[in-house]
């Protein structure tokens, strides 16, 4: 009994209260529970006993084990070592057996841990019932996969639609079926239940398709997945112009190949929302008569261009409206296409006919074919082809592309319209692009912007191409083109070194070729030529002799069809202009390059140009201007600043290489003669070099401060308003040449004119008065009918310009000529209304100068001139009334009419000859036989 009671106190210290009297004086457990830390750790069971006792764990338990006290004789202390539990509380037995089973004692061991959770990754699933599927649905839980139990609930008339529930440590997967008419929907409970932590649950919800792949019964306007999306299309064509669906969701094409829809006559917004993943080789819409807007293709997006079918992301062809779209994924091709019919490439429409407006591309067209084109290509950022059906639609308007465009093929032997914000448009005959009977109109091109590079490179030209037309917004338009702005690099290069050229080329900083207007059109962007570009003369391979040759311009290669129904207006270029075409020796390709347009059939007014204008190349046939390189309506009120430079890049005894060039500050070549297109209020300030001239040539190179030369009127407007020249003209080359400050030659009036540009002409050809240069501080050399009336023809007067009353101005700048024999030439000279105190002709190699003053006013010369200086000086100077030599004549002179008539009121000295009104008939640059000339001159003392 003391051994009981010493025992019993013992047990009572140790546990306490927790401790209970056993059942038997001889056999007695304590505590009665055990209870572990989540982290583990040693637990113990103290026994009493008069005879054996084992202990045993559940056969299940592998978290804890008895290490000592599995079998003890009489009394004693179990040890039990219990693992961490990363999980939620689990609970085992400790069973103590006495005397193999007289009595036996079950001990609770339990364990806490985390606590219970089941959570699911989402709790609103959609399933395409489309077609059968196994759908998975992420799982997160410390609860044993097998512990967990699905309860389902169905929400319609529809039952038992899910099967074969399963759950794993990660997800939980069911099947569903295929086949309903109308969408089902159902709930799954997962739950687990014991008697710690009684019952978890969570639910899931269920929605299941109809067979066409809609979540909702009865009209469904609302496109929230692939599914629906894919449904739509294939049922849009047979939908009504009132049809009105909208994306509720970005979308995600992932493996998902869209059917392109035949036709779309309803509405589809976007509503800023996104195509994700989509890999496309056709767009959404082949044709579009309805509307688009507001949507997003997503840079994860890509389109594989295949080889026979236009090109876009939205629609092939549009006749409807495509608005404030947005494209930022890549378009490419590489491989070895033919592409044997003609098409359309852009991102967001190929073909348009309706309106685009306001879309944005910012993802990389990159085309590149190791075949050739067989048929015409378009090419545009965000609009392939536009052909508006009216000529008041603006077929395009608000578009930007910030997307590089890059073009590289092998060979290429068709039209190709090529353009930042839009290819072109359809291209009529050619005749009807020359004149206006029959030319159609394609609309209007309004507020667009490119700002990314536009790169065209064709590796070989073993085929004859019969042109390319290529801008910054746009590659060719027979419409119209307003407020546009380019701000990208646009560079052109055939690097082949083959003798077939690329023929007939329009190639600007703006567009490449524009038929109608060109209004407020801006370009900042560099614009380089570079490679065999062959220009093409006028009249071959075409039939005709509308197409003028190689078009090159800072805003427009060419504008205009010869009817005065364009205008190029308010339009500037601050880009670099960088031309490096060459030639091939079966070519004698023509070059028109201009600071704002290469060609203009049509007026220019109120246009401006800053950057330098180059061109560099053994080509034949150049004009080049700052403004414009050939001029056939009037040019008013334009300004150019940069520096205008033609490098011929002369080979060794290439003298065929150069046959005629035209330089001007403002236009290289005024060609039209009628009184109301002449050049007036203009300025340039920018110099003007023409360099490496060939030996040999017997051809004229015409310079001018103005213009190169003009068959028209050069016009200050009045007085108080006039032309004006300040830049340098450096003229290097042994070839002839007609240089002067303002026209190198005229045909018609120069009126109220200014120039204070020097003039250098440096080895230029002195091969008798028939082909020597002329070289004047106004005009090189005037030729135009001095009275249809008098004499019925044309009278050219050598020298330093023309005598016709009403050249007048302020000549200041020096003039410096030094021709190829070392000579001063027979004309060089000053042509002025007034010359000026800083004003002089230096006329030979050791600056000797010919000074003088002389004022013309209402067709008057007054004053004494004496014109002095060495015996071989042959200097001309040509006012209203001037003087030269023609022949073996020492001196001439050559008076101007207007109006009135022309007096002389004090003789004239040359080299001490004195000119009077009694021997100026034996002075005549034409000789004493101009009887004509005389009736209206008379004598004054």
């Not at 994306?247 to 035949?262: M, N, P, R, W, Y």
């Not at 364009?566 to 060459?582: A, K, S, W």
């Not at 040539?697 to 190169?708: E, F, H, K, S």
């Amino acid at each position: 009994m003391k051994k009981y009671l010493i025992l019993l106190a013992a047990l009572f210290a140790l546990f306490s209260c927790d401790v209970k009297l056993p059942e038997t004086t001889d056999f007695a457990v304590a505590p009665e529970s055990l209870t572990a830390k989540a982290e583990g750790g040693s637990l113990s069971l103290a026994v009493y006993s008069d005879g054996n006792v084992t202990a045993t764990l559940d056969s299940s338990c592998d978290w804890a084990r008895i290490t000592s006290g599995a079998s003890i004789e009489g009394d004693g202390e179990i040890e039990i070592q219990v693992d961490e539990n990363p999980a939620m509380k689990r609970t085992t037995n400790v069973t103590v057996v006495y005397k193999g089973g007289v009595l036996e004692k079950v001990i609770p061991l339990t364990q806490n841990g985390t606590k219970a959770y089941i959570e699911v990754a989402e709790d609103d699933v959609r399933v395409d019932g489309k077609s059968e599927k196994i759908t998975e649905v992420g799982l997160r839980t410390n609860i044993p996969a097998a512990s967990l139990n699905a309860t389902l609930r169905y929400l319609g008339d529809q039952k038992d639609w899910i099967s074969d529930v399963v759950f794993t440590s990660d997800k939980m997967s069911f099947a569903t079926p295929v086949g309903f008419d109308t969408p089902q929907q159902a709930e799954i409970v997962v739950s687990y239940t014991d008697d710690i932590v009684g019952t978890l649950s969570v639910t899931v919800s269920v929605l299941l398709s109809d067979k066409d792949g809609y979540y909702e019964a009865g009209p469904h306007t609302e496109i929230k997945t692939a599914s629906e999306l894919e449904h739509f299309l294939s049922l849009a064509a047979s939908l009504d112009a009132d049809a009105a669906y909208t994306l509720g969701a970005d979308i995600d094409l992932k493996d998902v190949a869209l059917t392109s829809a035949e036709s779309y006559k309803g509405s589809l917004s976007g509503n800023g929302h996104k195509l994700i993943n989509w890999t496309a080789t056709a767009p959404l819409f082949k044709t579009l008569s309805g509307s688009v807007s507001d949507l997003v293709i997503d840079a994860s997006c890509k389109y594989n261009v295949s080889e026979y079918d236009n090109v876009a992301f939205v629609a092939a062809h549009n006749s409807g409206t495509v608005r404030n779209c947005v494209n930022n994924a890549p378009i490419s091709c590489t491989g070895k296409y033919v592409f044997p019919n003609s098409r359309s490439i852009a991102a967001i429409v190929a073909v348009n006919d309706g309106v685009v407006s306001g879309c944005v591309n910012n993802g990389t067209v990159d085309i590149v074919s190791e075949g050739f084109y067989q048929a015409a290509l378009w090419l545009g950022g965000v609009v392939g082809k536009t052909s508006a059906s009216a000529a008041e639609l603006t077929s395009v308007k608000e578009c930007t592309n910030n997307g590089k465009l890059s073009l590289t093929v092998d060979r290429c032997k068709s039209p190709t319209f090529i353009g930042g914000v839009v290819g072109g448009t359809p291209a009529d005959t050619v005749k009807t692009l020359y004149i206006s009977e029959g030319m159609k109109d394609y609309g209007v091109i309004s507020g667009c912007t490119n700002t990314a590079a536009v790169t065209v490179t064709w590796n070989e030209m073993a085929v004859p191409v019969l042109n390319a037309n290529i801008g910054g917004v746009i590659g060719y338009l027979q419409g119209t083109l307003t407020s546009c702005e380019n701000k990208g690099a646009l560079s052109f290069d055939i690097p082949s070194t083959g003798e077939t050229p690329l023929k007939h080329t329009s190639l600007g900083g703006v567009a490449g070729f524009v038929l109608k207007s060109v209004t407020r059109c801006n370009n900042s962007g560099t614009v380089s030529v570079k490679g065999l570009l062959g220009g093409g003369t006028v009249g071959d391979s075409m039939g005709t002799s509308y197409y003028p040759g190689t078009l090159l311009g800072g805003v427009v290669g060419m504008a205009g069809p010869n009817d005065g129904t364009c205008v190029i207006e308010e339009c500037n270029n601050n880009g670099v202009l960088d031309f490096q075409p060459q030639m091939v020796a079966s070519g004698k390709p023509i070059y028109f390059v201009g600071g704002i347009v290469g060609y203009g059939k049509a007026p220019i007014q109120n246009c401006n140009n800053t950057k330098a204008v180059t061109l560099k190349s053994n080509c034949k046939n150049k004009y080049l201007g700052g403004i414009v390189g050939q001029s056939s309506y009037e040019v008013v009120s334009c300004t150019n600043s940069g520096t205008i430079t033609l490098d011929n890049v002369v080979k060794e005894n290439d003298s065929d290489f150069s046959l005629v060039s035209y330089l001007g500050g403002i236009s290289a070549y005024h060609a039209v003669d009628a009184a109301s297109k002449k050049i007036s209020l203009c300025s340039n300030s920018g110099e003007i070099n023409y360099l490496n001239g060939p030996a040999g040539a017997t051809n004229i190179n015409y310079v001018g401060g103005i213009a190169g030369l003009s068959l028209g009127e050069v016009h200050g407007g009045s007085t108080d308003s006039r032309c004006f020249n300040s830049g340098n003209i450096n003229y290097l080359g042994t070839t002839r040449c007609y240089v002067g400050g303002i026209c190198g030659q005229t045909a018609a009036k120069i009126l109220w004119m200014d120039n204070s540009g020097s003039i250098t002409a440096t080895g230029a050809s002195n091969a008798g008065i028939a082909n020597s240069s002329m070289v004047g501080g106004f005009v090189g050399v005037a030729s135009h009918s001095l009275d249809a009336t008098l004499d019925g023809g044309t009278k050219t007067k050598y020298g330093v310009g023309s005598a016709k009353a009403g050249y007048t101005g302020n000549q200041t700048g020096n003039v410096t000529a030094v021709l190829a024999d070392g000579s001063t030439g027979t004309g060089v000279g000053l042509v002025f209304g007034k010359l000026n105190a800083a004003g002089s002709v230096k006329t030979a190699p050791d600056g000797t100068a010919v000074n003088g003053f002389c004022n013309y006013h209402s067709a008057t010369v007054s004053g004494a001139l004496s014109v002095t200086g060495g015996s071989t000086i042959k200097a001309a100077i040509f006012a209203g009334a001037g003087f030269g030599t023609y022949g073996s004549a020492p001196v001439g002179i050559i008076f101007g009419i207007e109006s009135g008539h022309s007096k002389l009121k004090a003789p004239i000295s040359v080299n001490g000859v004195t000119i009077t009104a009694d021997n100026y008939k034996d002075y005549l640059a034409y000789g004493a036989n101009e009887n004509v000339i005389t009736t209206y001159m008379t004598y004054e003392n």
